[in-house]
């Protein structure tokens, strides 16, 4: 076990900002990298920062990123010694592990035999039970053993993917009745996505923490804990805030969790980083899972430690000791990250795949941003919708913060929608200031006043940013002024902003200053600067940074993290006016469109079917997440003009009922 392992060169099996981010400690170790990639990831970021670069073969994710032979045959063909998993995909998977050491190559992660004792949660609650760690109340076995045991252990209920991880696979049954379809439903998106359809029960608890115990460990039986983050802020059972240290955390409870985390890994042999993680509620824990490969999460605890966790996971391949001791560890002030997605919080956080027409990283001492998007790019169905995590450190939990806070607020994303505006508001929330953390914050911001929603004064600052744009018209219709009727006695700019038709008066002065008449009242607009991206607006001595992008006579912004699209009305045609303004049920009929990209993967009705409202009328499934479109009212099918198996566009027209019999 003491022979060192010389790692001259990398495969990264994985894309996006962790392939960037494995590279970057590559790069600094003196390592090789090799990056691989499918046709639609041919521009992104991991493909340039690599030494070298594969593509894959195939379209799907079957036959590219999991698919294991092709990763080592690649891997051998360019002279790798080694691959790292990164996190996703394979990373997880006992028997590309294997598959990996058997070619003769190392794999950077722990053996095949620790990510199969921790893969299956089902017997990794039942390994942490056995050494005294403890458990939630749960069951496994049949869809019948499983409703006897749910009628013991009692409603509400979390149903788990045995194979799970990253909030996949994750539902909650609130009674019998819901059971049985929350079984299916879970076990169908397991299937999916693990390909291991096994699913478990767990007694659902509310108002609960997630910490988990950072761990690293070699192969000459050293085993320390990096110490904890605090993973509560989660939105689909997915984190979208993460901190160390935690707040508030009782220095009892943390030895107890740091030292059952490093019992669990020293009892399976455990080699490289991993993470334990808990539920805590009160002064009581239980665990939850162990992921055997690096997290998402790492860099808060990179950045509280001073350890690159990525460099440790390299050096324990190769088979050396961990290169500190646990006594030489230290927590250095406080550090928080969070994750940008493109994705719709007003629609309970639907991914909004599509193209990004402009993305700018902020920067700034303390400041850490992890992405693999360049100034533009595609956000593909077929992944995760993740697009960057925005880490700050600081000597305090305040400082830390505010200034993640300022720096959301210059982090610019248009094209598609993102969560930017809902993490500020999560982090400016009373709760989050306080550190009074649970995994149902989220839920309760998104439903309560802390959701953001465009505003009367929003909306003339966006209509003012319109006319001061000067948007670019391709259709040759000219200047902005004259599509608004600026030579109107009372110049009225007739808007659409975010789809809702906007009707505001104003005064024109001069180009660069404007005012809004509005109920007798005066509001001035000044503009300060502008340039092709960017433009600052006094508004009555309130200046406002605003990013923008004009597209065929569209403008897309971004204020204080909230995108918006504005529009002259007058430019639409009937058809789309139509359907701005139309009823929900058009001369007796209603049509259901796809609130997003997505593949139909279940269609419970037919033609001439009656349903009620709340009905699950068909599936989508969209960045491996289903999404159930359901019936608003009492109605009967009269056209179905999708199958399973399609792939739809956001908007695209799915089936539409009737209140009368077909």
């Known amino acids: ?358 993305h700018k990283k902020p920067e700034g001492k303390g400041l850490r941003v992890e992405t693999a998007m360049d100034v533009k790019g595609e956000i593909n169905s077929l992944y995760d919708p993740m697009v960057s995590k925005v880490i700050y450190h600081a000597n305090n939990r305040e400082t830390a913060r505010k200034k993640l806070v300022i720096h959301l607020k210059d982090y610019v994303l248009l094209g598609v929608r993102s969560n930017i505006a809902f993490l500020i508001n999560a982090l400016n929330s009373r709760q989050f200031t306080n550190g009074k953390l649970t995994t149902k914050l989220a839920e309760e911001l998104q439903s309560g006043s802390s959701s953001p929603r465009i505003s009367t004064s929003e909306k003339n600052l966006l209509s003012m940013a319109f006319l001061f744009s000067k948007p670019s018209d391709d259709a040759g219709n000219g200047s902005t002024w004259q599509r608004i009727g600026y030579w109107r006695l009372q110049p009225e700019a007739s808007l659409l902003i975010n789809g809702e038709a906007v009707g505001k008066k104003f005064i024109y002065h001069n180009q660069r200053h404007m005012s809004i008449i509005e109920r007798n009242t005066r509001t001035t607009y000044q503009l300060l600067y502008r340039d092709v991206n960017t433009m600052r607006i006094d508004a009555e001595g309130h200046i406002h940074t605003l990013y923008y992008m004009p597209v065929n006579g569209k403008v897309y912004f971004q204020h204080e993290g909230l995108t918006s699209t504005v529009s002259p009305a007058r430019h639409l045609g009937r058809e789309t006016l139509r359907e701005i303004n139309k009823n929900p049920e058009l001369e007796g009929e209603s049509i259901i469109r796809a609130p997003m990209h997505g593949t139909v993967i279940e269609i419970n009705i037919g033609q001439g079917d009656r349903v009620n409202k709340g009905d699950v009328l068909m599936i989508l499934e969209s960045m491996k997440m289903e999404n159930k479109i359901c019936a608003t009212a009492k109605a009967f099918v009269k056209d179905v003009v999708v199958k399973q198996g399609d792939m739809v566009e956001d908007n695209s027209v799915l089936l539409s009922l009737s209140d009368k019999p077909v």
């Open 1 to 358: 076990m003491s022979r060192i392992r010389q790692i001259d060169k990398v495969l990264v099996a994985n894309r996006g900002e962790i392939a960037v981010r494995i590279f970057r400690t590559l790069h600094q170790m003196g390592i090789s990298s090799v990056a691989v990639y499918t046709v639609a990831d041919a521009l992104s970021l991991h493909v340039s920062e690599a030494d070298e670069r594969y593509r894959l073969k195939g379209d799907s994710l079957a036959d590219t990123y999991l698919n294991s032979k092709q990763l080592i045959d690649i891997a051998l063909e360019s002279g790798a010694t080694a691959i790292h998993p990164g996190y996703g995909f394979l990373s997880e998977n006992p028997e590309f592990a294997r598959a990996v050491s058997d070619a003769g190559l190392i794999f950077i992660g722990p053996k095949d035999d620790a990510i199969k004792a921790m893969g299956n949660k089902i017997v990794a609650r039942q390994l942490a039970a056995d050494l005294g760690i403890p458990v939630i109340a749960g069951a496994s076995g049949s869809a019948g053993s499983i409703t006897r045991a749910a009628e013991q252990i009692g409603y509400p209920l979390m149903v788990k993917a045995a194979a799970g991880g990253g909030g996949k696979g994750m539902l909650i049954a609130r009674s019998a009745k819901e059971l049985k379809e929350v079984l299916e439903s879970a076990s169908r998106e397991a299937r999916n996505y693990f390909g291991n359809g096994d699913v478990y029960i767990e007694k659902y608890l509310d108002q609960i923490r997630h910490i988990e115990i950072q761990v690293l460990a070699d192969n000459h039986g050293n085993v320390i804990s990096l110490f904890e983050r605090e993973c509560s802020l989660q939105r689909r059972n997915q984190k979208i805030v993460e901190e160390a240290p935690a707040p508030g955390l009782s220095e009892k409870t943390r030895e107890q969790m740091t030292e059952s985390a490093c019992r669990l890994a020293r009892h399976i042999s455990y080699s490289g980083a991993g993470t334990v993680e808990f539920l805590v509620s009160g002064r009581m824990f239980y665990f939850l899972e162990m992921n055997t490969r690096i997290q998402v999460e790492h860099p808060v605890t990179e950045m509280i430690t001073g350890v690159d966790i990525v460099r440790e996971q390299i050096n324990i391949a190769m088979n050396r000791q961990i290169s500190f001791s646990q006594e030489d560890i230290k927590v250095s002030g406080h550090a928080i990250e969070a994750r940008i997605y493109a994705e719709d919080p007003e629609k309970d956080f639907l991914p909004s795949p599509g193209r990004v027409l402009l």
